[in-house]
């Protein structure tokens, strides 16, 4: 196995948080439950998905603050909110206010682009102003200047026995310097470096560039090195990367079938870029968790990132998830050199 130029720094898992549309107590209080084993494991960081009209999290703001009161380290993370669906201002007070309650440790991840089926849900969101709604970075502009405490408005002080702040409150300190942008395209990438966010990168980017056939790990590491060449930090810029891994470590015969069959099924997508944007999908990386840290080595760009947010398979069992986690923690971690914090208390 080759060595890592660099071991890994920060170890983070992704999760959608399915539930059942009779019990969605049980779904929801499932994820709350891996995100305290990860807490117990050592993770430094869980995100949650955004599914909006779906059986996944609708709003992964409000249960991260119910995380928030579970749990005293771990990083608690969006991957991500899609712009489209929130109100800047409103969404800012959310997460200042999550963020306080944690303690300082929510990582909100946001994309911008229309709503996911926008001409079908457009009159329900939107019913006014549903031409005139801008999707585009100057949404996401809006969020930044208002986390990042710059006036909403040019009206504060005292009236009657009221008194009226001209920013953002609670305002949060620090969790300006925690947003990230979630992008798939050199577009992105470049915007998320100028204006000074973290990046997130997943297991699916846009085909860019004179090469054929394009390499996703190739397309992701291009990604990866305009982030950095503009973004303030540089090199040291924060990135974080989401592949699908599955480690079969401690799995059953049967958990260990029914993983290698998910990502057989899932397989077929990754050998061309897909549709008009021309998407490519990264290959889930089922095995050993020797296997699978020799083959994130072998990945371009893997190796010019120190963090990662590993997703977790959509339709799995919480007893799997367990699984998965715990032979993360445990095995792949350590072998991608990887140290679990000290635990106190």
Known sequence: MPL????????????IGLFDEADPRKGHESTLEIIQLGERLGFDSAWLRHRHLQYGISSPVAVLAAASQRTTRIELGTAVIPLGWENPLRLAEDLATVDILSGGRLNP??????????DQVKQALYPDTADAEDFGYDRVARLLDFVRGKPATDFS?????????????????GLGRRLWYGGGSLRSAQW????????????VVKAEGPQEPADFAEV???????????????????????LVVIPTDSASPEQRARYEAYAEKRLPRTATPQGPARLMFAPDLVGTSAE???????????????????????????????QILTDIATRLGPALGWQAPVQHG
């Open 220 to 242: 992701q590491l291009s990604h990866v090195r305009a982030f950095r060449a503009h973004h303030p930090d540089g090199d040291r810029a924060r990135v974080s990367q989401g």
């Open 192 to 203: 998320a470096g100028e204006h000074a966010m973290n990046f997130l990168t997943s297991s």
């Open 4 to 15: 890592p130029s660099q071991p890994l720094r920060k170890l983070g898992f992704l999760t």
């Open 292 to 322: 699978i840290a020799e083959r994130l080595y072998a990945h371009a760009a893997f190796r010019e990132i120190d963090e990662v947010a590993f997703a977790l398979p959509f339709t799995f069992e919480h007893d799997d998830y367990v």
């Open 157 to 173: 002080g005292v009236e009657g026995f009221e008194v009226f702040s001209d920013r953002v409150q609670p305002h949060a300190p």
């Open 109 to 118: 991840g946001i994309s911008v682009g229309p709503p996911m089926h926008y």
